[in-house]
């Protein structure tokens, strides 16, 4: 009977066409909002995921975000570093200061500033340039994203000239000098990333009583990372978190403290009403259409179980169709948008909470049909 | 043939009422009636006079109040649910005033669900039925939908559809209602040709006056009762 329900479910072209379209329809909108979502939220930590060499992370015990910088003494690092089971423990700067450009305007940009001998905590992917050319006077290494797009020369004709090696910025009225192009993850808030020493980024930045954002620490081996941060935070007072750690700690702030999960779980929410509305009106509809001849079957001889399995197969196979579809389609503007500032991540973790989400709009759909037919009374097939 | 000391049906006493309150209609009121193996009896009697609720409490697709009706020796009353369906799978057969063919389906495939109900390969039902509708005249439209076939040829599905699984009784509701005259009248003789068996029962609900010389007997029915029984064959 297999082969029947399918065969009833194409027939019916309309509807089946419709029943797709909204599940598509809401399998594209839970999809690709959750994985702009996603996508905004890893964006947020970007900066931690490049930094990968540190175990734990010191700072001020008030910062609740990566980006919510409260400057340490540059002293503080000597007192972790005397921590035991600390390998190594290296100051960075990390703010955000306004680059004058060589056709005058300014434009914000977050400057990280690393160790001077070890520069520990440099970008994952050099692309032109090593990491070691900020040595050099004037040093600074720029990401690929800020030199193709807001640190680019415009011609007055539109065209826009990358930054490259050689060029030169201001940074608070101290000359720079591009000597590498490096690739990072995009920021939250999509500013240029400008790598330099920490001794450089100290005289870039504004004069301030303490400038060094975080201290990072690597643990001697077969430490316990966690044991470890403890220690930190008794000998020193500070706040010590493992890499993982402080991811959390910066999207819950975000989760908690932005409209940007209510915004995305709205558009989401309202993605598989939509799917319900229309997948399950047009679906139920359908079983009204095909009542008569669930009814024949029934007088004829059909269970309640085969009838119940042939409406689950044809809701499961819309509900494969329209995922599918919906996911595809996600997937491909992902793909035409990965070049641009949208985020995007769609994770395994994310297709199956579609698929879920698109399971859970054929449950209901298929249910009020189920509901109906199991209630239908074979006489029916008398009424003309 | 039919067989006078076979019974196919016998209702005693039969009532169904429908709604409640000053609402309540009573379609059957006590009804009692006998139908043999062989034998094509038409139920016949103005509309709302309960002839399609009776052959719905005989067909097991519609529970009685009261009395008593046994179909080959078997009581729907004193079966549950699945029996009831399982029942009805094996032994009777429908043929519907609208014919009931389901649109997506060819008419082979039509033709052969009562036979994949009762568990039969897609591959063999659909062998058989093209078997069948070669009997009923139509071996060239099997692969035909019931859109691109005739009032009659439908009917003509519908005939084959319900001979296939070899009930022993088969229920018709109106089958030349919405045919013409002439359609009608060859419906009817196909009916009696090929699917009126010495192993079979056929009930017939109809008001078409002209169909009436096909049956063996006729039972008028008014008001839920019936009010009389004809005998058309002199052997009866």
Redesign the interface.
Known sequence: MNFFALKMLVGNRAKYVGIIVGLTFASLLITQQSAIFLGLMTRTFGFLTDTALPDIWVMDPKVQYIDDLKPLKETESLRVRSVQGVAWAVPLYKGLLKARLPNGTFQSCNVVGLDDETLIGGPPKMLQGQLADLRGSDAIIIDIVGAKGKLARVLPDGRRIPMKIGDTMELNDHRAVVVGICQVQRTFQSQPVIYTTFSRATVFAPRERKLMSFVLVKAKPDQDIHALCQRIRRATGLAAYTRDEFKTLTIRYYMKYTGIPINFGTTVVLGFIVGVAIAGQTFYNFTLDNIRYFGTLKAMGASDFTLLRMILLQAATVGAIGYGLGVGVASALGLLTGSTELSFRLPWQLLLFSAIAVMLICAISSALSMWKVIRLEPAIVFKS | MVNKDTLAVRCTGLTKTYGSGSSQVHALCGVNLEVHTGELMMLVGPSGSGK?TL??VI?G??DRDGGECQVFGHDFKHMN??EK??????N?G?V???F?L????TAA?NVA??L???GVK?REATDRARDILSRVGLSDRTFSLPAELSGGQQQRVAIARAMLHGPKLIVC??PT?ALDHETGHKVMELLREVAVGADRAFIVVTHDARIFEFADRIAKMDDGHITSVENLRTDL
Do not use: C, W
Request: a positive charge; proline letters at 6%; zero cysteines.
């Open positions: 399609t052959i719905s067909a697709v519609l649910s699945r369906t399982q029942y009805r799978g094996k009777i429908f519907f005033q609208m009931n389901i649109p997506s389906l495939e669900v009562p994949m109900i009762n897609r509701d109106e209602s």
